[in-house]
């Protein structure tokens, strides 16, 4: 007997999967607003991020040298400045997790967009809520008063229309990674990418207007703050946090174990699908990520105790 699935719309297989990622959604919608205008810290970089806003508004110094009374995060000031006027005269936690949000939604959005121009609306919404759904592994970031949640927007959207064929899209996608590197620097890496993915598409024309712009506004901002900070600015950037016995561990392998975990079954979806529709290659490029993905999940140790993901609430 015929499934009753085989004479409706093909294109309703592909919302079943998309209706959980819309429920998904919803719950955590629902966590982000009970958290909202709760008045004191989530996390204890909130409360230092409010302070750096403050310090802006009243035209204080944020890169200066160590002191007693104040040492500024490792962070371009970019998240801060933006709270700093939107906050005016109520800075407060809610202003700065309502920015964060609206960074997060941006990063969500643009994945639709640009997975559901190519493989269809509902594998757009499911792409959006498997990114929506790390919101527990990651620490509970995305609405948190911190950098994160803008630079995640800022990225995306410069990643959605680097993909794009729009004839400024070099310049474009250029300016928004610089807007991204200017709130967290670590989205200067993906600059590289998308210069590769320009020259591989377009030209080395293209990929040069989009470097022009990406590393040429990068570079005027750091050496302006580098001169207006005596040095400073670079100095809490990099050199300090570069001091750090923890952050190469972090880097490697803490990355790869962290992303096994909560990735694995995202890394084994994607290289499927990338192989049914790349041919040749594509088989071999997702067969080698699965086989990545299968072994980091299942034969790599998971983080536990203090370096497990913490609870939502």
Same mark, same amino acid.
């Given at each position: 007997?015929?499934?009753? !699935?085989?004479?409706?719309?093909?294109?309703? @297989?592909?919302?079943?999967?998309?209706?959980?990622?819309?429920?998904?959604?919803?719950?955590?919608?629902?966590?982000?607003?009970?958290?909202?205008?709760?008045?004191?810290?989530?996390?204890?970089?909130?409360?230092?991020?409010?302070?750096?806003?403050?310090r802006l508004?009243?035209?204080?110094?944020?890169?200066?040298?160590?002191?007693?009374?104040w040492l500024?995060?490792?962070?371009?000031?970019?998240? *801060?400045?933006?709270?700093? $006027?939107?906050?005016?005269?109520?800075? *407060?936690?809610?202003?700065? &997790?309502?920015?964060?949000?609206?960074?997060?939604?941006?990063?969500? /959005?643009?994945?639709?967009?640009?997975?559901?121009?190519?493989?269809? @609306?509902?594998?757009?919404?499911?792409?959006?809520?498997?990114?929506?759904?790390?919101?527990?592994?990651?620490?509970?970031?995305?609405?948190?008063?911190?950098?994160?949640?803008?630079?995640?927007?800022? %990225?995306?959207?410069?990643?959605?229309?680097? +993909?794009?064929?729009? &004839? &400024?899209?070099?310049?474009?996608?250029?300016?928004?990674?610089?807007?991204?590197?200017? +709130?967290?620097?670590?989205?200067?890496?993906?600059?590289?990418? %998308?210069?590769?993915?320009?020259?591989?598409?377009?030209?080395?024309?293209?990929?040069? =207007?989009?470097?022009?712009?990406?590393?040429?506004?990068g570079i005027?901002?750091?050496?302006?703050?580098?001169? @207006?900070?005596?040095?400073?600015?670079?100095?809490?950037?990099?050199?300090?946090? /570069?001091?750090?016995?923890?952050?190469?561990? =972090?880097?490697?392998?803490? *990355?790869?174990?962290?992303?096994?975990?909560? !990735?694995?079954? #995202?890394?084994?979806?994607?290289?499927?699908?990338?192989? $049914?529709?790349?041919?040749? #290659?594509? %088989?071999?490029?997702?067969?080698?990520?699965?086989?990545?993905?299968?072994?980091?999940?299942?034969?790599?140790?998971?983080?536990?105790?203090?370096?497990?993901?913490?609870?939502? +609430?």
């Amino acid at each position: 007997m015929p499934s009753p !699935l085989s004479k409706a719309d093909p294109r309703i @297989v592909h919302w079943i999967p998309a209706l959980g990622a819309v429920f998904l959604a919803t719950r955590i919608f629902g966590i982000w607003a009970a958290r909202f205008r709760y008045p004191y810290d989530l996390e204890w970089m909130e409360g230092g991020m409010l302070a750096h806003a403050w310090r802006l508004q009243r035209g204080l110094p944020l890169y200066t040298e160590a002191g007693p009374d104040w040492l500024p995060y490792v962070y371009p000031p970019g998240y *801060s400045a933006v709270l700093a $006027v939107l906050g005016g005269y109520d800075l *407060s936690y809610a202003v700065g &997790r309502a920015i964060s949000i609206a960074g997060v939604s941006v990063a969500a /959005a643009a994945l639709a967009w640009v997975v559901g121009r190519r493989g269809g @609306v509902g594998l757009g919404v499911v792409c959006a809520g498997i990114f929506l759904g790390c919101y527990q592994a990651s620490g509970a970031f995305y609405d948190l008063v911190r950098p994160d949640g803008l630079a995640i927007g800022l %990225l995306a959207a410069a990643i959605a229309v680097a +993909v794009e064929r729009w &004839r &400024r899209a070099p310049e474009i996608a250029g300016a928004l990674l610089f807007l991204a590197f200017a +709130v967290k620097h670590h989205s200067a890496a993906y600059g590289f990418a %998308l210069a590769a993915g320009f020259w591989a598409r377009d030209g080395w024309r293209a990929a040069g =207007r989009f470097g022009g712009v990406s590393a040429g506004l990068g570079i005027a901002f750091t050496l302006a703050l580098e001169w @207006v900070t005596d040095g400073h600015f670079l100095l809490w950037l990099l050199a300090v946090p /570069a001091s750090h016995p923890m952050v190469w561990g =972090r880097a490697f392998p803490g *990355s790869m174990l962290e992303m096994g975990g909560v !990735l694995a079954t #995202a890394c084994v979806v994607a290289a499927g699908g990338l192989a $049914v529709h790349s041919g040749r #290659a594509g %088989l071999a490029i997702g067969g080698g990520l699965a086989v990545i993905a299968g072994t980091l999940a299942f034969l790599l140790p998971q983080p536990t105790g203090i370096d497990a993901a913490p609870p939502v +609430v």
